[in-house]
């Protein structure tokens, strides 16, 4: 918690942004500009699924802004018929940062990818989750430089041949998810880009969540890095491999629902488990709302680069001050203590006075 | 404008009458430099001292020059801090280029400034750190204040800690405590020496120390042993007096550049009637306009310290798109790393201001010393072409206005715009005379609420121009059906959707430029009383005092020069080139290698010669009139 309890009421991510009374359609959140990403790209599938959820939020069209730095997912401002910036590579969430704290009124959205949020601008992608500003940062996760023509990125899995690793990447990658945790982000949530509905769900809770929101989407790359994520829609792999999370119900996946997580009594951390082996009633009830963030990161390490198991859905999801709520607060209490007395400020306490001969 | 009454000898005395038995002397002008380790609390005594001197009504100038190290190692050269002041009961524009008093609290500091110190020049000595030690550590082989070396000066060796010790041991603070407030017993000191009244320093000392009283009043009491042994001892014959001066009527305060550029900038959110936005990374020598607007949230000012410069300046310009005045504040190493930013507010076209206060560089180089060789970097430190108005203060006061005006520019043009100080005006102090907030400009800013494509479509066109200033309009978010995305790839004219097309870029390059070429600024004013000069000194930035009072001299000694100081770097004033082809020659002092000489020989064609000095110091007076006599003397005889 803050040192002072400046006792702020509770808001919803939205709060203070104003609704539009009356229907919007996904129509009204498109552009007439053309779409220019690649035939296939994971790309179209984030933005549909965006375009056709922000009118349920029932927001003011004209009070959502979408941030973006560089990259072939920072193309997306331009397709939203929102307001949008397109800046400079990795810094979307430091401007963003400024426009939110500045705004009580706006929706704002940061669109990033690997390299993006995680190379370039991974200082200021901690630094804004740690904050807690009221941002929500949609990572497209290609594991590709794509705009660049396909060198390896900071998610890349080791070993990888690119252009510009032909003997094979050294990186160890980033786990986003497992990063943002780090920086004790307040809400985190994964999604696959062909999973409209899962997808949906977790941009929804992000929308109300009051503070930062990362949601990484693991996006297909067709032209550099095609397939990496294949073996998570696939039928007979896809069952095997995807942990769906549901907050207040206990983790279970597999096609039968035969697989869960449980807790290890040797590691204290967590562990697949086989249900009719422990028990249902062993099984781990996921709660997102956990203060501490170890259980959350716990999830997030059950499965390694080879999406052996893919923990989706709202990782964690608690409330804590945000960083522009303060920042507002401290401008609103000094305006309530002191008048912006100008003349005053400028005589300040020590002065004299030259008189006419 | 007055020319400088004052010479380069120490002081023009005229005996007067005290009632005291020693002797009350007016002087028109008097240099003081304290000088001790920088954990001797130099900055703050010279600080109060610039107080007292200003609330007596002098007009003054400051130097502070300290080490980069918080704490260097103690009695070290390397760790001397000093501060200079000169205050005069005329109009000065200089901090004073010797001490007349000089006053060394350890061997390092009198070996680190005692060259300064001109013939005949008084000297105070705290003797207590002349150990063999001590002197040892600087490379004194033996005590100079036991051989001749000093015989040139009129020396006082106080045993200040000893004394200060002493005095203060009813107050039962610690032996290292109490030696702790020696340097109020200097001020204390110097404060009987040139009558000042003590009420504001007692105030000062029990607000600064409010939470500890003991440690108040002990300073206090050192302050006023400091005083008394002036008073009591018959080592010093002589006070000083130094009568206000005669400034222009007006209610005056002391402000350092960085204050007034803090204050500028809280104008500037009142005068536009918008919140601002700092968003700003530590760095020496610009943070304590961070500390300072920090203080003033009433004025609807958000101060954001951001994870670094780069995110500073990001944050501001993320608020700017938001409709607030958005600041960044930072030194050069900053800039560089704000630059990528810059170019997108200058791709987008949006309001900004960028307060460079210029250090020594390159790389690290001298946090803590002043330099103006960031020109060329704000100039053109971009890639592509991307033209940015560039505002240069003159003096810690015009810090204010200079501020005001790069927001005018900022605001009118939809530009970011670079403010270059530097360290020497941002920590210098001089009277300010407080200016009337009823006549401070309407900064007052438009923002659009209606479509405004000219082809019926009623489409919103973010880049369609102001046929005037060609500023495109500020729509900020929460604005129904001006819904628009902006970024860095290159915009189409008018419409601002992305444009590949050559044509379209070419034009767009030239309109950016255009529109800075055509930014309205002042004409530049010749300073020139005899209206026959052959030179012209042109200067930039806080090389106006050491130029101005250069040219002073060269007046006074009967020959003519004329000066012209910029305040606009990009554009130039009008009338500038139509200026420079009116003079014979023309000489440009600058703090780095000639950065403005190659601008104006490039844009004018004009055979300027530049003269450089990149030290770390400002100019001396002294110095520049060597040269500006050369320069007239050289077209005489030509």
């Not at chain 2, 082989?141 to 009129?154: R, V, W």
């Not at chain 2, 008073?231 to 305060?253: D, I, N, Q």
């Amino acid at each position: 918690m803050t040192a002072i309890d400046l006792g702020l009421p509770q808001l919803g991510g939205l709060a203070g942004v104003p609704t539009f009374e009356g229907k919007q359609t996904a129509k009204e959140y498109k552009t007439d500009q053309e779409v220019r990403w690649c035939p296939g790209c994971g790309d179209y599938a984030v933005l549909a699924a965006v375009q056709s959820f922000l009118p349920d939020l029932g927001l003011k069209r004209e009070n959502i802004v979408f941030v973006s730095g560089i990259g072939c997912s920072s193309r997306f401002p331009y397709y939203m018929n929102t307001y949008g910036m397109h800046s400079i590579h990795g810094r979307a969430p430091a401007i963003a940062t400024g426009l939110a704290t500045s705004r009580e009124d706006l929706s704002v959205w940061v669109v990033t990818g690997d390299g993006d949020a995680l190379s370039i601008g991974g200082n200021h992608l901690i630094h804004a989750l740690r904050r807690n500003v009221n941002l929500k940062i949609l990572l497209f996760n290609n594991r590709i430089y794509g705009l660049t023509k396909g060198q390896y990125s900071p998610t890349s899995e080791e070993g990888k041949v690119t252009k510009s690793t032909p003997m094979g990447s050294l990186d160890h990658p980033f786990n986003p998810v497992s990063l943002a945790l780090g920086a004790e982000a307040s809400f985190v949530g994964r999604a696959l880009d062909s999973d409209r509905k899962g997808l949906t769900e977790v941009l929804r809770a992000a929308a109300e969540h009051r503070g930062s929101a990362l949601v990484e989407i693991y996006q297909n790359c067709p032209i550099f890095n095609d397939g990496a994520f294949d073996v998570l829609k696939e039928s007979g792999e896809r069952e095997e491999r995807l942990v769906p999370l549901r907050h207040g119900e206990p983790i279970k996946f597999g096609a039968e629902g035969q697989h869960g997580v449980a807790r290890d009594p040797k590691t204290g951390s967590l562990k697949v488990v086989e249900v009719a082996e422990v028990g249902e009633e062993n099984l781990v009830v996921h709660d997102a709302t956990l203060e501490d963030p170890s259980y959350a990161f716990a999830l997030s390490r059950l499965g390694n680069h080879n999406l052996d198991h893919t923990v989706t859905g709202v990782f964690r999801n608690v409330q804590r001050a945000t960083y522009d709520d303060l920042a507002r607060h401290q401008v609103e209490t000094a305006k309530a203590a002191k008048p912006a007395d100008l003349a005053g400020l400028l005589r300040g306490k020590d002065t004299w006075t030259v008189l006419a001969d | 404008m007055a020319e400088e009454k004052g010479t380069v000898e120490p002081m023009s005395i005229d005996v007067g009458r005290g009632t005291r038995t020693t002797d009350v002397r007016k002087v028109d002008r008097v240099v003081i430099r304290f000088a001790g380790d920088s954990g001797d609390g130099m900055q703050l005594t010279g600080d109060r001292f610039t107080s007292e001197a200003a609330a007596f009504g002098n007009d003054l100038a400051t130097l502070p020059n300290f080490p980069a190290e918080i704490r260097a190692p103690q009695g070290t050269l390397p760790g001397v801090s000093s501060f200079q002041l000169h205050f005069a009961d005329y109009d000065i524009l200089t901090p004073g280029d010797r001490p007349d008093v000089l006053v060394a609290m350890n061997p390092a500091a009198l070996k680190a400034n005692i060259a300064d110190l001109p013939a005949g020049g008084t000297l105070i000595v705290n003797t207590d750190e002349f150990t063999k030690r001590n002197l040892t550590k600087v490379g004194y082989a033996a005590n100079p204040l036991e051989d001749e070396s000093l015989a040139q000066y009129n020396v006082h060796q106080v045993a200040m800690a000893t004394i200060t010790r002493a005095a203060l041991e009813p107050t039962g603070l610690s032996k290292k405590d109490a030696e702790r407030a020696k340097n109020m017993f200097a001020l204390g000191l110097l404060s009987w020496m040139y009558h000042r009244a003590t009420e504001g320093t007692e105030r000062f000392l029990r607000e600064k120390f409010a939470k500890n009283p003991a440690i108040a009043e002990a300073n206090i009491l050192a302050f006023h042993t400091g005083w008394n042994y002036g008073e009591t001892t018959e080592s010093f014959a002589v006070t000083y007096e130094v009568a206000p001066a005669k400034l222009a009527t007006g209610t005056y305060r002391q402000i350092t550049g960085n204050t007034a550029l803090a204050y500028g900038i809280v104008a500037a959110g009142q005068c536009s009637k918008l919140p601002v936005f700092l968003g700003t990374y530590p760095i020496t020598p610009a943070s304590d306009v961070l500390h300072e607007l920090a203080k003033h949230k009433n004025f609807g000012v958000t101060t954001f310290q951001a994870e670094d410069e780069i995110a500073g300046i990001g944050a501001a310009l993320g608020a700017a798109f938001g409709g607030a005045l958005g600041v960044t504040s930072t030194s050069g190493p900053g800039i560089a790393l704000k630059s990528e930013t810059i170019g997108l507010a200058v791709m987008t076209e949006m309001p900004l201001i960028v307060l460079d206060v210029q250090r020594g560089g390159p790389s690290t180089g001298l946090p803590t010393k002043t330099e103006q060789a960031d020109l060329l970097q704000a100039m053109f430190g971009r890639n592509g072409e991307a033209p940015v108005p560039i505002i240069a203060p003159r003096s810690p006061a015009d810090c204010f206005d200079a501020a005001l005006e790069a927001t005018r520019i900022a605001l009118t043009y939809r530009t970011p715009v670079l403010l270059l100080s530097d360290g020497y005006i941002a920590n210098g102090s001089e009277p300010w005379m407080i200016p009337n907030v009823e006549d401070l400009p309407d900064l007052s800013v438009q923002f659009a609420t209606e479509p405004n494509a000219t082809d019926g479509s009623g489409e919103f066109w973010p880049y369609l121009r102001d046929p005037e200033t060609l500023a495109r309009p500020w729509a900020v978010p929460g604005t129904p059906g001006l819904e628009h995305r902006i970024g860095g790839l290159e915009k189409a004219d008018k419409t601002g959707n992305i444009s590949y097309d050559p044509d379209n870029h070419d034009k767009m390059v030239r309109l950016r430029q255009a529109k800075i070429d055509g930014i309205t600024v002042a004409d530049a004013e010749i300073d020139d009383p005899s209206g026959a000069a052959r030179v012209l000194v042109l200067g930039w930035g806080s090389s106006y005092g050491p130029i101005g009072a250069a040219c002073r001299r060269v007046r006074r000694l009967g020959m003519d020069v004329a000066h012209v100081h910029l305040r606009s770097l990009n554009p130039f004033p009008r009338n500038l080139g139509e200026v420079l082809a009116r003079y014979d020659k023309v000489v440009i002092p600058e703090m780095n290698l000639g950065q403005l000489a190659m601008l104006i020989r490039a844009k004018y064609l004009v055979d300027a010669v530049s003269y450089t000095k990149v030290a770390g110091l400002p100019f001396k007076a002294e110095e520049l009139q060597d040269v500006l006599i050369d320069f007239v003397k050289g077209l005489d005889a030509a």
